[in-house]
């Protein structure tokens, strides 16, 4: 698939939750292993080409979300992207279950080429 020409980001992914700064988990919420999830990203065989941004992910309350995330970018070519080709964002895992869980970024015969970076 190809992603060209997009004003802002070509692919932009956006997770949620329930908790914010007027609505904290309680430590007993926080500790609970059902508040455990695993999501898995796949990208394959992409072209992400002269878009504002390539791939973004943004997490609000990313300190409360507790879920573990797994990217898997095999054969994808990034170029020429205003504001970088591939940008995520991991959220804090509870100490409790950190020898379970763990994030993975697995990146795979991919090209990233000529980003430009504004300031």
Known sequence: M???SNRYEALYVPSFSKFNVLYLP???EL????RISEITYELESNYFVSNG???????TTVEFSNNVWIW???GNRF????????????????LMFTDLYNHSVNINSSIFEVHFHSL
Do not use: C, H, K, W
Not at 31 to 34: I, S
Not at 53 to 59: Q, T, W
């Open 2 to 4: 190809t992603f060209d």
């Open 72 to 74: 898997r970018v095999d």
């Open 31 to 34: 500790q609970t292993a059902l």
């Open 79 to 94: 170029e020429r992207n205003l504001g970088g080709g591939f940008e995520i964002d991991l959220p804090r895992v509870n």
């Open 26 to 28: 309680t430590y007993e």
């Open 53 to 59: 941004l390539g791939v973004v992910s943004e997490y």
